[in-house]
């Protein structure tokens, strides 16, 4: 099982983003997945996650500004990032649990300038 994470760039605050996660191996269809981020200096926080069943949970500080889905087809994992704000400065990371393990993503850079 393998994450490859994209999308990530420099945009303003207030601007809107769009990160993808592209699924290689695993059954997409019943796994859940899931997005971290990390900002400088800190450690690595959950941000949202979507269920093999759509059903979705967000971190407390994204709720109404975040949005997590999955497309089957492509295998693929969005977060729709609006209203950015200087604080959502960090590296993004999707993840999944697979036969036990966590697996990461390489990360996609979000900076946002105020």
């Known amino acids: 099982v393998q994450l490859q994470a994209s999308g990530g760039g420099l945009v303003q605050s207030g601007g809107s983003l769009r990160l993808s996660c592209k699924l290689s191996?695993?059954?997409?269809?019943?796994?859940?997945l899931d997005w971290y981020r990390q900002a400088p200096g800190e450690e690595r926080e959950f941000v949202a996650t979507v269920s093999a069943n759509g059903a979705t949970n967000y971190a407390d500080s994204v709720k109404g500004r975040f949005t997590v889905s999955r497309e089957w087809p492509r295998r693929t994992m969005y977060l729709q990032i609006d209203n950015l704000k200087p604080e959502d400065t960090a590296v993004y990371y999707c993840?999944?649990?697979?036969?036990?393990?966590?697996?990461w993503g390489q990360g996609t850079e979000v900076t946002v300038s105020s």
């Open positions: 993840s999944t649990v697979s036969r036990g393990a966590r697996i």
């Open positions: 191996g695993g059954n997409f269809k019943i796994m859940d």
